[in-house]
């Protein structure tokens, strides 16, 4: 039988990362205490804990608490057992067929970013692309369209990690990235051209549940055939981009992210 005591201690700190909602994403101690109903010391003892183990992160300049990167983690593995394919795969195909190149969906991750799916173009041009292959975070459209979107302590973590495995062509130092990441949330997409193959172009945009970026999608093609189509293909993916977030909305809180 479970001690009262330790299930009104986990019920506490279930009820803390409850009130984060894509509406309220920051809490201080105070207000989340009289949210919950508990004394002060013990929201504060339940937040300590949260935020050392990642689940809460500290803003300084509010001296609130937002959700942290421990719960993408989570959330990760949860759907290690399948789903989002069969959501992503119809919005993937159509765009495909719209635009005549292949289209991709990205999965993000803490460091990195996985590919999930894939819808090959009409045209007679292929691409051995291998699902479940993972890139660096600075790699690639798809990867710039995530983690533009990320918070600065969370890039400036990610920068002082280095630059593990090269990319071709890709930005490779703090000014680089930040002005890649600048320029995207500036226009709304993603362009990348050889960095992980000299062959390859990619236009990418953010996936979104909720507020947050949990992925990308991106057409893949030749550079000659998508040199001066990037406004326009921009366009139709982030027209995409807002459908498949429709659908993963609409899947509910179930919905297993792989």
């Not at 989340?32 to 949260?50: E, P, Y």
């Not at 991709?104 to 090959?120: G, I, K, T, W």
């Not at 973590?157 to 890649?180: K, M």
């Amino acid at each position: 039988m479970a001690d009262p005591r330790t299930l009104s201690t986990v019920q506490r700190t279930l009820e803390v990362l409850k009130a984060f909602t894509a509406e309220r994403p920051e809490w201080g101690v105070t207000e989340l205490a009289t949210r919950v109903g508990a004394h002060k010391s013990q929201i504060h003892r339940a937040v300590a804990t949260l935020s050392e183990e990642g689940f809460l992160v500290p803003n300084p300049a509010t001296r609130k608490y937002r959700l942290g990167p421990a719960l993408v983690r989570l959330g990760i593995v949860a759907g290690e057992s399948g789903g989002i394919p069969q959501l992503v795969q119809p919005v993937l195909e159509q765009l495909a067929h719209e635009v005549g190149e292949t289209t991709v969906f990205n999965l993000a991750r803490e460091h990195d970013y996985v590919m999930r799916a894939a819808a090959d173009g009409p045209g007679q041009i292929r691409f051995a692309l291998t699902l479940g292959r993972s890139y660096p975070w600075y790699g690639g459209a798809g990867g710039h369209a995530i983690f533009a979107y990320r918070s600065e302590e969370q890039i400036s973590a990610l920068l002082d990690g280095g630059f593990n495995q090269a990319t071709l062509h890709g930005p490779h130092s703090r000014e680089q990235i930040l002005e890649r990441h600048r320029v995207v949330k500036d226009q709304g997409y993603a362009v990348s051209e050889g960095e992980f193959d000299e062959r390859i172009m990619a236009v990418g945009v953010p996936v979104r549940l909720g507020s947050d970026v949990i992925g990308s999608i991106c057409i893949v093609g030749v550079p000659a055939l998508l040199h001066g189509r990037e406004e326009q293909l921009g366009t139709e993916l982030l027209n995409a981009a807002s459908a498949l977030s429709d659908r993963l909305s609409s899947a509910g809180p179930g919905i297993e992210l792989n």
